[in-house]
């Protein structure tokens, strides 16, 4: 005979089926990138995809102008154009999953620029840093126009963003910070610039020689302590 399902079981499983469901959902949010241990020793590339933009206009075209953030496919990236009221943001979570404590990060990315600014202005992209505090110096992450060559949609000038983080850093192990782009209404024809082809890798510290000691000397004392409890039983 069949048993009869109890109807609080029933109940409880679909509401765990709710929660998975919820969580799934979360956890394919946009903006949001996962270290894991895998990424200790191979960076993990990030897509366009990975940010979340404010303000965002859709796909950059050629004659874009309009104040705010695009999406630029072509070369994975990001873009910015800060008009009037309208300025263009995007932000990156990182969160660590590695399993360690994370001491270091290596931030690697290509400043792209569509277009200068008509008064020939430098324009930045100024970094904020929240959630977690690692230990990171946001400014360090300022993504500045190349304003080299004649640049275009098509043909965009290029400059090098590298954040080397070798020491200092503190993020455990499931934490989590966020780091925020933000343009600003510089004079002129504003600039249509950003961010992409970026790599993030994890860096975890390396244990001292004195470490691997004590972990032998206590794997020692273990088998020791092993033979003698069999040494007894015999």
């Known amino acids: 005979m069949r048993e009869k399902q109890n109807p609080f079981q029933m ?9 998975l469901l919820g969580l799934a959902a979360a956890g394919a949010t946009a903006g949001n990138i996962s270290l894991t241990s895998t990424n200790l020793t191979n960076p993990f590339d990030v897509a366009y995809t990975d940010f979340t933009l404010g303000a965002g206009k859709g796909a950059l075209a050629s004659g874009s102008n309009a104040g705010g953030s695009y999406t630029f496919s072509t070369f994975d990236a990001v873009m910015s154009i800060g008009s009037g009221s309208a300025v263009g943001s995007f932000s990156l979570t990182i969160t660590n999953n ?8 290596n931030f690697a990315g290509t400043v792209y ?42 043909a ?13 850093l503190t993020l455990l192990d499931g934490q989590s910070f966020t780091i925020t782009w933000t343009d ?51």
Do not use: W
Request: net charge positive; charged share 10%; aromatic share 4%.
């Open 11 to 19: 109940k409880k499983t679909f509401m765990s089926a709710l929660v």
């Open 98 to 105: 590695t399993g360690v404590t994370l001491t270091g990060i």
């Open 113 to 154: 620029q569509t277009k200068k600014n008509s008064g020939g202005i430098s324009e930045t992209l100024t970094a904020a840093i929240t959630g977690t505090n690692p230990g990171l110096t946001a400014s360090s992450f300022n993504v500045v126009t190349p304003n080299t060559g004649t640049p275009s949609f098509a």
């Open 156 to 168: 965009p000038s290029t400059a090098a963003l590298n954040v080397n983080v070798g020491s200092g």
């Open 184 to 234: 600003s209404n510089d004079g002129g024809t504003d600039a249509v610039f950003g961010l992409g082809s970026v790599t993030v890798q994890a860096i975890a510290a390396v244990p001292e020689p004195y470490q691997y000691g004590l972990a032998m000397a206590g794997l020692l004392a273990v088998v020791v302590v092993r033979r003698r409890i069999s040494s007894k039983k015999a």
